[in-house]
């Protein structure tokens, strides 16, 4: 079963990327785009820059967005000074513990 | 006359990334409605900028652009390179914007380039000239790139809006291809270093920004270095700012990076891009340091063998490889790098294997390059 599920999200990340844009369900790897909400926006579209605006940033099919390579994250936001985040990655750092951190990379076919 | 097939694209997005990769596979290309609907309409100045960059390094090439710059037409020449280049990036978008790209045509160049850019080497848009250093150029040596000749020197900073700011680029061709890799170990983080820099402003604005990102780190890491680089006079640009880049170094050789800086934008500016930011500072130092610190420690949970920004370079590059198997592992898809797949997928035919590896919270990705060769050497 588990193998199946993986199945699974391995094609929906291939479809996420190659398949097209309008007819997929996203999951988790790209939580932007409104469908309900676009379709709306299609209706009623004003030709200028008020509806960019709010569209602007997070949608992936607008045909004229930002070409920026740099991508904020949501872990800016992130409370870094809390003590369970810093635990969270500690095992990154050479400072963690190195046989756990080693099975990151015990990565099976 | 020969007439010549151009492949039709809509719209501005992913113009730098259209062109590379038009001028890599001598597709010519046809790009129609660029910002058509626009109350400003047609080309940005940074992207008619960028198609100069690609005259200048290129032979043979053809750009034509209609009178309201909603339709390009661009057939790719041969990159030629060369030495003592000068290009005037200007001020709409920073310099990141063209090394990306450039860094990536230089390659596959007949000559080693060496070009000297003007305009704003640190915003918060793009990634600064300090990540490039630390981050960019060691990664090209993961494809087999020499060392010899691929440098960057800072001359001058400048900050947005007027920038005036100095580099001086240096990239090496590759001789016959690249190499291709397989790159899934993140390993562990042994090092951060780190540079703050700021122009026309306090060097109290440095500390304070270091020593706010300093406590972020100092519970997980010792060894952490960050420089300072207070500029004054001429090479301070012309503009007040400061900002900060970050870079963790893991025990195989991966580069994580982050960065920001902080800089007054234009308050009354036509261009109707910018937004309303007051004259204020936009970020105090402290908060600066404590966010690119974050920024990193976000970059590094994520894993990855490199940061989300430069995915896209990644995933580029293993395209390019000689017809071989290349493996990377990086986190999350950001969304620019999703574009540069679909676009090599396009441009390239190469289309790549991705699977998520759930108990790390990663993708791998696997493909066979499109083997490209360095063409523009040969011919003499």
Not at chain 2, 28 to 34: H, M, Q, R
Not at chain 2, 85 to 90: F, K, S
Not at chain 2, 239 to 247: E, Q
């Amino acid at each position: 079963l588990a193998e199946r599920a993986s199945l699974r999200q391995n094609i929906n990340l291939m479809q996420l990327v190659y398949g097209k844009p309008a007819s997929k369900s996203l999951n988790e790897t790209l939580d932007c785009i409104d469908e309900e909400e676009s379709e709306d926006d299609e209706f009623f579209k004003p030709k200028g820059e008020g509806n960019k605006k709010s569209k602007e940033g997070t949608d992936v099919n607008d045909v004229d967005i930002d070409d920026c390579s740099k991508f904020l994250n949501t872990a800016t936001k992130k409370n870094w000074k809390s003590e369970d985040l810093i635990a969270s990655i500690r095992n990154r750092f050479v400072t963690g513990d190195w046989s756990k951190a080693s099975l990151r990379n015990q990565f099976s076919e | 006359m020969v007439k010549i097939s151009y492949t039709k694209l809509k719209g501005s997005q992913n113009m730098r990334l259209r062109l590379l990769l038009s001028t890599l596979s001598s597709t010519p290309i046809l790009i129609e409605d660029i910002r058509a609907n626009a109350t400003l309409p047609g080309l940005r100045p940074h992207e008619v900028s960028f198609l100069r960059l690609l005259e200048k390094i290129s032979d043979d090439c053809f750009v034509e652009i209609n009178e309201t710059g909603t339709k390009l037409k661009y057939k790719p020449g041969i990159v030629m390179g060369g030495r003592h280049l000068v290009h005037d990036c200007g001020e709409s978008r920073a310099m990141g914007y063209f090394l990306e790209p450039l860094i990536v045509l230089a390659l596959f160049g007949k000559k080693p380039l060496s070009i000297k850019l003007r305009g704003v080497t640190n915003d918060s848009k793009d990634p600064s000239v300090d990540t490039f250093r630390s981050t960019t150029l060691p990664m090209l040596k993961q494809f087999g790139v020499s060392s010899e000749g691929l440098d960057l020197k800072i001359l001058s900073r400048g900050v947005p809006p007027h920038g005036g700011g100095e580099i001086i680029l240096s990239v090496p061709i590759v001789q016959d291809s690249l190499k291709a890799i397989t790159w899934i170990d993140e390993g562990m983080v042994k090092r951060i270093r780190g540079i703050t820099f700021s122009t026309r402003v306090s060097v109290q604005f440095e500390n304070t920004t270091l020593h706010s990102a300093r406590g972020i780190f100092n519970r997980l890491l010792p060894d952490v270095h960050i420089f300072t680089d207070h500029k004054t006079g001429p090479q301070a640009g012309k503009s007040p700012g400061y900002g900060m880049s970050l870079v963790a170094e893991t025990t195989s050789g991966c580069f994580i990076s982050a960065d920001n800086a902080v800089y007054r934008a234009q308050e009354e500016d036509e261009d109707g891009e910018l937004e309303d930011e007051g004259k204020k500072w936009l970020i105090p130092p402290e908060d600066l340091g404590e966010q690119t610190a974050s920024a990193l420690l976000g970059e590094i949970e994520q894993g990855g063998v490199v940061d989300s920004t430069h995915q896209g370079l990644l995933f580029l590059l293993c395209a390019l490889c000689p017809q071989d198997v290349s493996k990377v592992r990086v986190g999350k898809l950001s969304p620019y790098g999703i574009q540069v797949l679909r676009h090599i997928k396009d441009f390239l035919s190469v289309k790549f294997v991705i699977k998520p590896d759930p108990s790390t919270g990663t993708v791998i990705l696997r493909c066979v390059g499109c083997g490209l060769k360095n063409l523009s050497r040969k011919l003499s």
